[in-house]
């Protein structure tokens, strides 16, 4: 992973992450499954913005190509870092899965 990339997945884990903290903690009522929806929201929400700017660059709108790069390159690294999550998470499951009783 790249230096930039890094850095786009640290700020974006603590754009999740700050609120929470700034709290003191988790909120009792907030679950996995709303965390989860919240940050696929957030990746859908990169996706779509990559491809809003990609559209308006390839149509040929007065868009940098700094910000198309800097773009796609933010909704790669949240879809794979999601991609990884998930694999961790399915490994877990059959991990768990498959321990005897």
């Known amino acids: 992973?790249?230096?930039?990339?890094?850095?786009?997945?640290?700020?974006?884990?603590?754009?999740?992450?700050e609120p929470k903290?700034?709290?003191g903690g988790a909120d009792k009522t907030s679950d996995f499954?709303?965390?989860?929806?919240?940050?696929?929201?957030?990746?859908?929400?990169?996706?779509?913005?990559?491809?809003?700017?990609?559209?308006?660059?390839?149509?040929g709108e007065e868009v940098d190509v700094t910000k198309v790069m800097l773009a796609r390159?933010?909704?790669?690294?949240?879809?794979e870092a999601t991609l990884q999550i998930r694999n961790k998470l399915l490994s877990a499951y059959k991990d768990i899965v498959s321990m005897p009783v």
Do not use: H, P, W
Not at 4 to 17: D, N, R, T
Not at 73 to 79: D, V
């Open 33 to 59: 499954g709303a965390q989860m929806k919240e940050a696929l929201g957030q990746v859908s929400k990169a996706q779509e913005e990559s491809g809003r700017i990609t559209k308006a660059f390839e149509t």
């Open 1 to 17: 992973m790249s230096a930039i990339g890094k850095v786009v997945l640290a700020q974006q884990i603590l754009a999740v992450a």
């Open 21 to 23: 903290l700034k709290q």
């Open 73 to 79: 390159e933010k909704s790669s690294l949240a879809f």
